[in-house]
């Protein structure tokens, strides 16, 4: 499935140069694509590797154990975080690039990580039963006196990466574009995630998308009980849960769980811990083989089920938590390489100074509305009869929305509170 884009319709023109003039609207920004798009990349649409199910459940693991705030909850999208981390990766060069690399794609070549990634996310179903929707687009300061694109590198993202292309002035017009960008390309469930733009950014890097499945087999109403939820701290909450019964049973040494499905090509994976064990003890056994483990030795048998109802959010700055994932340079103004994608008169280094990602979901009982958006922000600077199996998610548990044929998650993140 080729994704579509819808670009937002920006106006005016560059001054200068052969970047050209893009459609006119009162905002100042132009809208550059079809000067860069003169062809579509199509992916070779394949079962993922188990190499890049390893490298990629890796870095949902570690992005979402390293996002967590105690007693919070929290979810991330690991495919929108790493699709923008991509489109800023085909702008790197040297030891940053080898970094980025190696945090995205660890354990495999990232040429291959790169196909598989937009492979995979190009062959996710989007039905009449179940949406998804992504798009991706780049922004870049119209001021050739503080910042000069490479034009190779901005056909790259609007050919391999279908991303829209714009100029702009960067100033508080811009950041409202980019947020109803936004905005509308998750069907208004993120409809903000820039605050400001900071006098040294240069370019943003943007990718949004949406989810929207039905339960195969929803909840009635006599289904949905009041319950009490047992939070990280100890204190209760009256909520609503939704009990039910399904047909897939999952077990380990350290967490049970279930899985309940959508109604084509996508299921809900809950994972609740042993009562011994903290959810912050479990997070720390949880890595990318316990959880693609877990999903392959699921069991074919009856387990009742209980759902809370929920809606929550994140909003994350994950530049701290990607240095420490091992791509340091890329935050360092002395010494990142991004000169594939532009470069400053001035003398200025380009490197990244914000990555920001907000996620929303909504857990009822007909199913799950789920959005995501990731931006990275780069800166100019100096520098069976048997007795049913019962899992009621009545504390703390994991839970992510994976991709059926695969098993890896779209979503992935915690239910600490509620």
Not at 150 to 156: A, C, G, P, Q
Not at 197 to 211: G, H, K, S, W
Request: with cysteine; hydrophobic share 40%; aromatic share 10%.
């Amino acid at each position: 499935m080729k994704r579509k884009l819808c670009a937002y319709i920006l106006g005016g023109c560059l001054a200068a140069g052969t970047l050209g003039c893009g459609a006119a609207s009162d905002d100042g920004a132009a809208d550059l694509t079809e000067s860069y798009r003169r062809g579509a990349k199509d992916y070779e649409i394949r079962e993922s590797s188990e190499e890049f199910k390893k490298a990629y459940t890796e870095f949902a693991v570690a992005l979402l154990s390293g996002s967590r705030r105690a007693g919070e909850n929290t979810m991330v999208s690991p495919l929108s975080v790493m699709t923008a981390l991509e489109m800023t990766r085909a702008g790197a060069a040297g030891d940053t690039l080898a970094q980025m690399d190696q945090t995205l794609y660890s354990g495999m070549m990232a040429a291959k990580g790169k196909e598989e990634l937009m492979t995979f996310a190009n062959r996710l179903p989007n039905t009449n039963q179940v949406r998804f929707h992504m798009a991706d687009s780049v922004w870049f300061r119209d001021d050739a006196e503080r910042f000069v694109p490479d034009e190779d590198f901005l056909r790259t993202e609007a050919e391999e990466y279908d991303a829209s292309v714009f100029s702009a002035a960067f100033d508080a017009d811009t950041c409202d574009a980019i947020n109803q960008w936004v905005a509308r390309e998750t069907d208004d469930m993120v409809p903000r995630i820039v605050d400001q733009i900071p006098e040294d950014a240069v370019m943003y890097l943007v990718n949004a998308m949406a989810f929207q499945g039905e339960w195969e087999e929803v909840y009635r109403e006599n289904q949905l009980q009041p319950a009490e939820f047992t939070c990280a701290d100890g204190s209760t909450a009256e909520i609503t849960m939704m009990y039910g019964e399904e047909q897939t049973y999952l077990e380990n040494e350290d967490a049970i769980g279930f899985v309940k499905p959508y109604k084509d090509g996508y299921a809900f994976a809950a994972l609740l811990p042993r009562e011994d064990l903290s959810l912050d003890e479990y997070m720390g056994t949880l890595d990318a083989e316990t959880f693609l483990g877990l999903l392959a030795a699921a069991s074919d048998e009856k387990v009742e089920t209980g759902l809370p109802k929920f809606t929550a959010e994140t909003g994350l700055e994950l530049s701290d938590l990607l240095s420490e994932m091992g791509m340091p340079l890329a935050f360092d103004v002395q010494n990142a390489d991004f000169s594939v994608m532009g470069s400053c008169p001035n003398g200025e280094n380009i490197c990244i100074s914000r990555v920001l990602h907000r996620t929303y979901i909504d857990v009822n009982e007909t199913g799950t509305k789920a959005a995501a958006a990731a931006v990275v922000e780069m800166m100019a600077g100096y520098a069976l009869l048997e007795e049913p199996k019962r899992v009621i998610l009545d504390r703390p548990f994991v839970y992510a929305i994976i991709e059926e044929e695969s098993g890896l998650p779209v979503f992935i993140g915690t239910v600490e509170a509620l």
